[in-house]
């Protein structure tokens, strides 16, 4: 039950970036970067939020919410190998291309962790990928700390540091679930985290701002990363917080 819940969250959120897609009839501006001048790429983004929109819905049927997150999972990483990869090749020492895949990376391992139910050879190595963004995501917080503290509401004192924190925060998750290391705490951590940017930062900034198109897009993927960190969180329990590493 408490699994569904966490596909809940995750399949929102691709419900929210398909209907953004179908509104304005684009992709998903710098999580979807579609070269302009690609043949039908108006159709193929209505077909892409189409897909996004679908598997989110079939995420929120308690019968099929393992084959909607496991769809899901498919989709995003499409958008790794097929637009992430190639743009990180290109400019491979551009951290924001790294943040992007990053992103992307993890709701895909999210999405195989979910669906880890029906094929279970799937759960270790899809929760190594999941612990690789967070690294990228806290390095992204040091580098980029101005623009970090930037995203702090005014009313948050140290914006600088939360910049920082928040950075050590993800790197720490991301750590934790590549060692093994009390895994479930690190991922219940940055849920956790990936909550309170979703309800602190997002969700005022679209209220602020009802017909921008980049704080509604921002706010789809927060709360894609919510859901599939309480997915990756939810998949630990019952283990001990040392993960054994036998193959």
């Not at 084959?67 to 990483?77: E, I, M, S």
């Not at 967070?134 to 702090?152: C, R």
């Not at 909550?195 to 921002?218: K, Q, Y």
Request: with cysteine; net charge positive.
């Amino acid at each position: 039950m408490q699994m569904q819940r966490a596909n809940i969250v995750y399949g929102a959120g691709a419900i929210l970036l398909g209907v953004i897609g179908l509104v304005v009839g684009d992709f998903a501006m710098q999580w979807q970067p579609v070269p302009a001048d690609i043949p039908g790429r108006a159709l193929l983004a209505y077909v892409a939020a189409a897909a996004l929109l679908l598997a989110g819905v079939v995420t929120l049927i308690p019968r099929t919410s393992t084959r909607g997150a496991g769809a899901l999972g498919v989709l995003y990483a499409l958008w790794v190998v097929l637009l992430m990869l190639p743009r990180l090749v290109v400019q491979p020492l551009q951290l924001i291309r790294w943040n992007g895949l990053a992103e992307i990376l993890a709701l895909a391992a999210a999405g195989a962790v979910a669906y880890a139910v029906v094929k279970p050879a799937l759960l270790r190595p899809a929760r190594l990928a999941f612990g690789f963004p967070p690294l990228i995501f806290g390095t992204a917080h040091f580098v980029y700390a101005d623009f970090t503290a930037s995203m702090i509401p005014t009313w948050i004192p140290g914006p600088l540091f939360w910049a920082y924190a928040t950075g050590c925060f993800h790197i720490a998750a991301g750590l934790s679930m590549l060692s093994g290391v009390l895994a479930r705490l690190g991922a219940t951590l940055l849920a956790t985290m990936f909550a309170g940017f979703v309800l602190l930062l997002h969700v005022p900034r679209v209220v602020h701002e009802t017909g921008s198109r980049l704080e509604w897009t921002m706010l789809a993927i927060s709360t894609s990363l919510t859901g599939a960190a309480l997915i990756v969180a939810l998949s630990y329990r019952g283990e001990r917080s040392l993960v054994s590493l036998r193959p």
